[in-house]
T-cell receptor, first 116, second 114 residues
Framework: GAVVSQHPSRVICKSGTSVKIECRSLDFQATTMFWYRQFPKQSLMLMATSNEGSKATYEQGVEKDKFLINHASLTLSTLTVTSAHPEDSSFYIC????????????FGQGTRLTVV | SQQGEEDPQALSIQEGENATMNCSYKTSINNLQWYRQNSGRGLVHLILIRSNEREKHSGRLRVTLDTSKKSSSLLITASRAADTASYFCATDSRGGGGADGLTFGKGTHLIIQP
């Protein structure tokens, strides 16, 4: 299957700082990328959907000014957690799809964010 | 987005036994997928079943789909210790009024006792 690379895998940051997470599709062009958040022992919750070159669509309850998403190219999407707080500590996972090729979504390895 | 329900939430069985997990969902779907997640790691795609399919096999995995009941089951036969993980179902409802992203169930935590 196609490969989606997410970086970093783990990050610890101080409260009030911003953290950027990258998601790259390595061998296909991702027309759509998704960002999910997963709290311990819980399921994945969709945060936002981004299409290349357009603004992201955020799910209800997700603050767009806090979770900045940029999908500037067909192979790269970034999620920036701005002014992070301890309650933002979570596992963030990106997913990418190319609708022209497959209905399957390919997932990154996830990023464990800890805000101290 | 709405989430499906999975049962059981936790399942502990002996190695070699079969494990069955169920998933229910609420919206119309294009397909339903099952994923495995080892603790603290990313997702591994296991199998996809389309809305017009009723059963699908892949190795030791067997998935069924009943769209009239909006439910699916995942059967893992001859379980192994390495099967210990959390298993999630995810529905794809693109174009049907649902989100373009997958909607995940709450997951079943499977423990295989050696």
């Amino acid at each position: 299957g196609a490969v989606v690379s997410q970086h970093p895998s783990r990050v610890i940051c101080k409260s009030g700082t911003s953290v950027k997470i990258e998601c790259r599709s390595l061998d296909f062009q991702a027309t759509t990328m998704f960002w999910y958040r997963q709290f311990p022992k819980q399921s994945l919750m969709l945060m936002a959907t981004s299409n290349e070159g357009s603004k992201a669509t955020y799910e209800q309850g997700v603050e767009k000014d806090k979770f900045l998403i940029n999908h500037a190219s067909l192979t790269l999407s970034t999620l920036t957690v701005t002014s992070a707080h301890p309650e933002d500590s979570s596992f963030y996972i990106c997913s990418a799809r190319d609708w022209q090729i497959s209905t399957e979504a390919f997932f990154g390895q996830g990023t464990r964010l800890t805000v101290v | 987005s709405q989430q499906g329900e999975e049962d059981p939430q936790a399942l502990s069985i002996q190695e070699g036994e079969n494990a069955t997990m169920n998933c229910s969902y609420k919206t119309s779907i294009n397909n339903l997928q099952w994923y495995r997640q080892n603790s603290g790691r990313g997702l591994v795609h296991l199998i996809l079943i389309r809305s017009n399919e009723r059963e699908k096999h892949s190795g030791r995995l067997r998935v069924t789909l009943d769209t009239s009941k909006k439910s699916s089951s995942l059967l893992i036969t001859a379980s192994r210790a390495a099967d210990t993980a959390s298993y999630f179902c995810a529905t794809d409802s693109r174009g049907g009024g649902g989100a373009d992203g997958l909607t995940f169930g709450k997951g079943t935590h499977l423990i295989i006792q050696p």
